[in-house]
């Protein structure tokens, strides 16, 4: 039997946190992890272009990629 992956910890209510299998998890920019918050958030998913939208404005789908990428 394969191990399970390591989970997310997402805590929103006093300071955010993010821990990956128990470990602080840090993230390049506050944008990086807006978009994990968000995510989390939204189980059922979010579309590329409201994401990008959001973080970065109308148009900016570029910059999702890239962050994307580096979380």
Same mark, same amino acid.
């Given at each position: 039997?394969?191990?399970?992956?390591?989970?997310? +910890?997402?805590? %929103? =209510?006093?300071?955010?946190? &993010? @821990?990956?299998? *128990?470990? /602080?998890?840090?993230? $390049?920019?506050?944008? +990086?992890?807006? %978009? =994990?918050?968000?995510?989390? &958030? @939204?189980?059922? *998913?979010? /579309?590329?272009?409201? $994401?990008?939208?959001?973080?970065?404005?109308?148009?900016?789908?570029?910059? &999702? @990629?890239?962050?994307?990428?580096?979380?």
């Amino acid at each position: 039997m394969p191990d399970a992956p390591a989970p997310l +910890e997402v805590r %929103l =209510l006093g300071p955010p946190l &993010l @821990r990956w299998g *128990g470990a /602080p998890l840090t993230v $390049a920019s506050r944008k +990086e992890a807006a %978009l =994990l918050y968000h995510l989390a &958030l @939204r189980p059922d *998913g979010v /579309p590329k272009a409201a $994401a990008a939208d959001l973080l970065w404005g109308p148009g900016h789908r570029g910059n &999702l @990629r890239v962050a994307l990428h580096h979380v």
